[in-house]
């Protein structure tokens, strides 16, 4: 029990002070703390747990309020196990990383979502995708990047890289080498348009106003990929992507090849679900993904997208309205801001039809 003079000297005693002290257990608390709450006349107020402490009260073990408020703890805990997982040789399991910090598995998975927009996985993939780029361009064989990464079987490993660099990493390698793009270059209303496939679907929509510049832009992200000139056939696939050019405002069942880190996917898929005719702020879109403080990495996301209009990057603005910025131009950016804001609003009004402007494909061979 504390002594009652030494409470006097140190004591605030006002209601509603951020900490409490108890006079039978000796022991303070936050006022949130879950434990039992005592009886009015043991309770002493504090507006520190420094005063607490020189009071005589001793800090609760359960909401440790000596130690930061709770959101501060939580911070300081998912930082640590980032820190452990970017340090970590080999995977770490949920449950190893919750232990380690004192946390329950879910409370653990949750926050670490909640700060991160990430799961502890998804986070460890991520990072591990990432160094696996580093690696591999350094030259480093694929059989001694998949030891140094800590991956426990070829298997994981080959099913990681595959989704994170969008070809096995024997190809990302080589530059892409053996992997065969098809490819037309047109023209559309806002300029030139190049349309580049893979077996998966469509890997790259550029614009710009020259074609030959198009075509070195793909050359430079393909470097050693066999890239094929469209025939007959892809020019359903240029019909489609022009159409979506020329009236970005409706929706597309084309097929993608969406090729990104996980963070960028993220970003990417937030901004397939913002409606034609709408805008989306950058620091709403990071709030969106879960990530309200990555508002810099949400903009380098946007610049960085290859599939121009069918992952509609054109979208994000800053929060006053402002552009802050487009990859292929912002005169493209309000045009297509403009022709969805006109095209909804007619169709709003009375159902007015637009009728599609034709184009003609002129095809390139590389």
């Given at each position: 029990?504390v002594?009652?003079s030494?409470?006097?000297?140190?004591?605030?005693?006002i209601?509603?002070?951020?900490?409490?002290g108890?006079?039978?257990?000796?022991?303070?608390c936050?006022?949130?703390?879950?434990?039992?709450?005592?009886?009015?006349?043991n309770i002493r107020?504090f507006h520190?747990?420094?005063?607490?402490?020189?009071a005589?009260f001793?800090?609760?073990?359960r909401?440790?309020?000596?130690e930061?408020?709770?959101?501060?703890?939580?911070?300081d805990?998912i930082?640590?196990?980032?820190r452990?997982?970017?340090?970590?040789?080999?995977?770490?399991?949920?449950?190893?990383?919750?232990?380690?910090?004192?946390?329950?598995?879910g409370?653990?998975h949750r926050t670490f979502r909640?700060?991160?927009?990430l799961t502890?996985r998804a986070y460890a993939?991520?990072?591990r995708?990432a160094?696996?780029?580093?690696?591999?361009?350094?030259?480093?064989s694929v059989t001694?990047?998949l030891?140094d990464?800590?991956?426990g079987?070829?298997?994981r490993?080959?099913?990681?890289?595959?989704?994170?660099?969008?070809?096995t990493?024997?190809?990302f390698?080589q530059?892409?080498?053996?992997?065969?793009?098809?490819f037309?270059?047109?023209?559309?209303?806002l300029g030139s348009?190049?349309i580049a496939?893979?077996q998966k679907?469509v890997?790259?929509?550029?614009?710009?106003d020259?074609?030959?510049?198009?075509?070195?832009?793909?050359?430079?992200?393909?470097?050693n990929a066999?890239?094929?000139?469209?025939?007959?056939?892809?020019?359903?696939?240029v019909a489609?992507?022009?159409?979506?050019?020329?009236s970005?405002q409706?929706?597309?069942d084309?097929?993608l090849?969406?090729r990104g880190?996980?963070?960028?996917?993220?970003?990417?898929?937030a901004?397939?679900?913002?409606?034609?005719?709408?805008?989306?702020s950058?620091?709403?879109l990071?709030?969106?993904?879960?990530?309200?403080?990555a508002?810099?990495?949400?903009?380098?996301a946007c610049?960085?997208?290859?599939l121009?209009v069918a992952?509609?990057?054109?979208?994000?603005v800053?929060?006053?309205g402002?552009?802050f910025?487009?990859?292929?131009g912002?005169?493209?950016k309000?045009a297509?801001?403009?022709?969805?804001?006109?095209?909804v609003?007619q169709g709003?009004?009375?159902?007015a039809?637009m009728s599609?402007?034709?184009?003609k494909?002129?095809?390139?061979q590389?």
């Amino acid at each position: 029990m504390v002594d009652p003079s030494i409470y006097m000297e140190n004591s605030a005693d006002i209601p509603g002070a951020p900490w409490r002290g108890v006079l039978t257990t000796g022991i303070y608390c936050r006022l949130n703390c879950g434990s039992r709450r005592p009886s009015d006349e043991n309770i002493r107020y504090f507006h520190s747990s420094e005063q607490a402490e020189e009071a005589g009260f001793r800090p609760c073990k359960r909401c440790k309020p000596n130690e930061g408020s709770h959101e501060d703890r939580n911070k300081d805990a998912i930082a640590e196990a980032c820190r452990l997982i970017e340090n970590s040789m080999i995977a770490v399991s949920v449950s190893a990383l919750a232990h380690s910090l004192g946390m329950s598995e879910g409370h653990f998975h949750r926050t670490f979502r909640k700060y991160t927009g990430l799961t502890p996985r998804a986070y460890a993939e991520g990072k591990r995708a990432a160094d696996l780029r580093g690696k591999l361009v350094k030259g480093k064989s694929v059989t001694e990047t998949l030891c140094d990464a800590g991956f426990g079987s070829s298997g994981r490993f080959y099913a990681v890289t595959n989704k994170a660099l969008g070809m096995t990493p024997t190809h990302f390698v080589q530059g892409g080498v053996h992997e065969t793009l098809y490819f037309a270059i047109g023209e559309t209303t806002l300029g030139s348009i190049l349309i580049a496939s893979s077996q998966k679907g469509v890997a790259a929509i550029l614009l710009g106003d020259d074609p030959d510049n198009l075509l070195v832009d793909l050359q430079i992200r393909f470097p050693n990929a066999d890239l094929i000139g469209g025939d007959a056939e892809f020019e359903s696939t240029v019909a489609l992507v022009v159409g979506l050019v020329e009236s970005p405002q409706n929706a597309s069942d084309l097929p993608l090849d969406i090729r990104g880190t996980v963070f960028q996917r993220r970003v990417w898929h937030a901004l397939r679900a913002v409606p034609a005719g709408k805008t989306i702020s950058y620091d709403e879109l990071a709030k969106q993904i879960g990530h309200p403080r990555a508002i810099s990495a949400v903009a380098s996301a946007c610049a960085s997208n290859p599939l121009a209009v069918a992952i509609p990057c054109h979208r994000v603005v800053k929060s006053d309205g402002r552009f802050f910025g487009y990859a292929w131009g912002l005169e493209r950016k309000q045009a297509f801001l403009d022709r969805e804001s006109n095209q909804v609003t007619q169709g709003a009004e009375g159902g007015a039809t637009m009728s599609l402007r034709q184009n003609k494909h002129q095809f390139k061979q590389p």
